[in-house]
């Protein structure tokens, strides 16, 4: 299933970002093109995780709520996928995962565990993973019987190399760099990986915090920042997903 939504990815990104040869579009417009490949490479790479957690949630091993029975299942689809670790959770708290078996902390301090225990999907929610220690974004899928939740598979999706992975696909140009940000303004992808996690706003730039700010209260739009003595235009728009802004920015050039 991966494999297939990345080829669908693929196809996406020859549309719309044009190849040599071809007349090239006007900055603007080609940033307009790389920003729709990165919304939709990331929220395909994001459901796709979805859909095989479900899958997985399903399976008459993982529905036996026995962590041996259900261990080569879920190691099998993390080593097939790549960038994540997956985890089954009791809904107690107390959690297993692919590589350590089971963890001697619980995720039931974890803020999104109530929701996911009240039956509701999770996508996106931040963490520092507990058993990896990186910066990741949780996708998970409750277990119900009858009308109890019994546990949960998740899967911890590496920020860093989903950044990473993006950066290739994009191929931006030097003076151009990608972002976005969860609603509570935290960076969640960037061209600079050590930047995730942090919040825009704190970073020393009172027109970068006014960007941000705009990006926040709004779906869509263009806005201009300075930041290291260079003005940005950035162009965002929200992702229905995972409610994240992504956004392309580049040299504003009729302010250098």
Do not use: C
Request: charged residues 20%; aromatic residues 10%.
């Amino acid at each position: 299933m991966f494999k297939r939504s990345f080829l669908k990815v693929g196809a996406f990104l020859m549309i719309v970002i044009p190849e040599p040869g071809f007349a090239q579009p006007s900055l603007e417009a080609e940033a307009q093109g790389l920003l729709s490949a990165f919304v939709a490479y990331t929220d395909l790479r994001m459901s796709s995780v979805q859909q095989s957690l479900e899958i997985l949630a399903s399976a008459s091993e993982t529905r036996s709520l026995k962590w041996e029975k259900m261990k080569p299942l879920l190691s099998g689809y993390q080593k097939s996928s790549g960038g994540l670790i997956v985890w089954f959770v009791r809904s107690d708290g107390t959690y297993y995962t692919v590589d350590r078996g089971l963890m001697d902390v619980k995720l039931s301090d974890r803020s999104y565990f109530p929701a996911l225990m009240s039956g509701r999907k999770i996508m996106g929610a931040l963490v520092v993973s507990k058993s990896t220690g990186q910066r990741s974004a949780v996708i998970a899928v409750p277990m119900i019987k009858g009308r109890k939740v019994t546990g949960a598979i998740g899967a911890s999706l590496f920020l860093d190399k989903l950044s990473e992975q993006v950066g290739s696909a994009l191929a931006l140009p030097a003076d151009a760099t990608y972002f976005s940000l969860a609603p509570d303004a935290r960076t969640t992808l960037h061209k600079t990986t050590d930047r995730h996690f942090l919040d825009p706003r704190e970073l020393g730039s009172e027109s970068l915090r006014k960007a941000a700010n705009e990006m926040l209260s709004n779906s869509a739009g263009e806005t201009t920042y300075e930041f290291d003595k260079v003005m940005k235009k950035a162009i965002y728009r929200t992702s229905p997903l995972t409610q994240w802004k992504f956004a392309i920015a580049f040299t504003d050039a009729l302010q250098k």
